[in-house]
C-alpha cells in the first residue's frame, strides 16, 4: 500500500518563510536570499516526507502567498493595473496579493477570500476582458525539476481548472464560457510540458466539486476535463476533491479518464456510501483522504484499517492520503515543550501525520493489522481515558432547558427599557474594542509570559493604558467606551488560555494568509470557567468615567471556530459548553455594574457547510443557540451587542436576528453599503452599527465621507436604530491614524445628528 499527501506547510516550523518575506517587503534582505530561504525550505519539506516513506509527495505546494494566486499568474490572469507597474515577476507578484503603492504607482491588492470552510484566505483572481489565458508560467515544471535533483519523484499539485474558474472574478462582460476553450489549452499545455519532463503524475485540486454543484457546473466540469484529458498522453492526472464528497457528480468523475481520484473520507460524510452504492472504476487509484488534514488528534487505526478493508472490496488499487493539505495544522509537535507527554501523544501535527501515514502503510502491508505493534499501541492510547472530563460541566449542558436559550423580554420591549436606561444621543458613537497595540503594549505582554516582569507589574501598566484610552475616548467624544484589550494578544487564546479545558501551544502556527499566521488553541477537554477573566479590568475602566464602557467578550462559535475541536464530543456540545463558561462571565460583569457587553462573534460565518442544504441542520441550528444561550440571563436594561467581522450575511439574515441581541456592529465600509439595502427589505429590528470606514487601510476617513455614508445609511435605516463606528477593532492601526479618524468619526455623528433632528 503506498501513502499521499496532498500538500506540505510552507512557511517553515518558526515561520522561517514568513520573517524573509516581511524582511523583504522592509527591503533588509535581497531577493536572491528570499529565494534561497525558500529553496531551503522546500527541500526540508520534501525530505521530511520522503524520510517517512511518503510515495506521492507534492511539489508546487509551496507559495511565497497563496496558491491560488499561483495559478492566476501561471495563466497569465495578471490585470492591467499591476502590469501598468512594470514590477518584476516576483514584485508584481506580491504587488496582487498585497497592493502596491510607490514611485512605480498605486494599484490596490486583489481581494481575498477564505478558502471554502478553512481559516486560510486565497487571493481572488480577476479576468479582465481583454485577459488572455495560456501557459505563462514555469514555477511547478520548475519546482518538480528541482524536487528531482534533491532525488525525489513529486507529482505537482495545481489548483485544478474548474475550480479556478469558479473562484475567480470576472471584472468585464465576459463569463466562464468565454475562456473555456483557452483554459483547456493552458492546462493541457501543462499537462504536455509535464509529459515532456517525463513526470509521472500530476494533481489537480478541484475542491469546488465537494459544493452544490448546478446542472451547468457539471456540464463546465465534463467539458474543461474532457478538452484537457483528450492530450494527456502519458501523464498520469490525480483528480484531487477535499473538504466533503462529490455526491452531485460522483459518476461524471468516475466516467473520465483519470489516473487516479482523491476522494476525502473525514470531513466527506457521504463518500463512503458512494463508493459502495456506485463503484470504483478497476483501472483507477483511489486516494483515500483518511488522515484528517484539518484537525490536530492521531489517527483511530482501528477506524481507518476498517475503513481500508471495507473499501478493499470495492477498489483495487488503494492509496492512503491525507484529508486535505496539511497546511491547516501546525507543523510539529517537537517545538512543543509546555504540553505534557501525556497530552501531546495524543497529537499530530504534520510531521507526525507523516509517521502515522507511513505506519499505517507497514500495517496495511501484509499479515493480520490488528497483530502489528504500531495498531495496538495505537489503540491503548484510545482506549485509555482521556481525562478531559468535568462531571458538572457535562450536568450543566445536559440539563438546559427550552428555556435557557430565551431572553425575556422581547427585544422590542427592552428597546424601549434601554433607551430610556441610557439616554444615549442618536446615532451613538462607539469602537469595536480594541485600540492600536503599540509596541509598548506588546512588549509588556511579552514581559509577563516571560517572567521579565511581576504580575503586577503587567497589570499596572495595563491599568495605565485603559486609563490613557478613556480619557482619549471622552477627549474625542465617543458615547460608549471600551477599555482597549491591551492585555489580549487575540480574541480567541485569551480566552483559551483563562478557560479550563484548553491546550495552549507555542509554536503551533497555521498559515491565514500571505505571511500573516495564527495559533488556535486545542481544546482538550470539557470547558469551563475557573474565576472571571475580564472583570477587573471592566470594572475598573468603568470607575474611570460616567459613560457606559462596554464589558468585551468573545462568542462561544468563533472560540470554538479558531480552535482545534474536540471529536469525542459534538461540535454542539463543545459549543454549549463554552456558552456557559462566558455566561458566568456576562453575568458576573453585569453583577459588577457593567450595563453593556458586547459579544464578539467574528467567525460566525466561517464554519458555516459548504452545501447549504447542511447550514441549519449541522451548524446554525446550534450555533445560534450557543450564542443565546450565553446572554439569555440578563436584565432587561443590559444592553447586548455583538461584532461580525464581515457583512456577507444577506443570505443568513434570518439567523442573525435570531441572536436576540440588542445592538450588532459589522463591516460595511468595503461593501458599497449592499447589506444595508438588505436589512431595510427584511425589516431587519436589532439596532445597527454598519462600520462607517475601513479599518485595514491606514487612511484617515474626511468628515464629508463618513456623513455621506451615513446619509446612505439613514436612507435604509431608521435613525433610531442606527449606531456609528468604525469596521472592526483598532488594535492593527497605529495612535496616529486612529485619533483623527475617531475625531472625524465624532464630528460627523454629531453634524449629521444636527441635521436629522432639525
Ligand atoms: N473586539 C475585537 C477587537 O476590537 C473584535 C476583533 C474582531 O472582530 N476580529 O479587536
Ligand atoms: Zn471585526
Redesign the pocket.
Known sequence: MKTSVIGYPRVGALRELKFATEQYFRNNLTKEELYTTAANLRERHWKEQKKNGIDFISSNDFSFYDNVLDTAVLLNAVPNRYRRLELDALDEYFAMARGYQGEKGDAKALAMKKWFNTNYHYLVPEIDDDTEIFLAGTKPFAEYMEAKKCGIETKSAIIGAFTFLKLLKFTGRKTAEDFIADIIRAYADILKKFNALKAGWVQFDEPALVQDLSKEDIVLFSTLYAGILSEKNDAKVLLQTYFGDIRDCYSEVMAMPFAGIGLDFVEGKNTLELVKRFGFPEEKTLFAGVINGKNIWRNNYATTVSLIEELGRYCRNIVLSTSCSLLHVPYTLKNESSIAHEYKKHLAFAEEKLIELSELKRILSGGDPRRTAEYIEDQRLFNAPRNCENANVQAAVSNLSKDDFIRYPDFEEREKIQKAEFKLPLLPTT????FPQTAEVKANRSNYKRGKITFEEYTAFNREKIAECIALQEKVGLDVLVHG?FERND?VEYFGEHLEGFLLTEKAWVQSYGTRCVKPPIIWGDISRAKPITVEYSIYAQSLTAKPVKG?LTGPVTILNWSFPREDISLKDCAFQIALAIREEVLDLEANGIKII?I?E?ALREKLPLRKSDWHSEYLDWAIPAFRLVHSRVKPETQIHT???YSEFTDIIKDIENMDVDVITFEAARSDLGIVETLRQCDFKTEVGPGVYDIHSPRIPSVSEIKEALFKMLDRIPKEKLWVNPD????TRGNAETIPSLENLVVAAKEVRESISL
Open positions: 469602537t469595536i474594542g480594541s484589550e480574541m468585551m458586547q464578539d467574528a461584532h461580525m467581522c472592526c477593532g483598532l488594535k
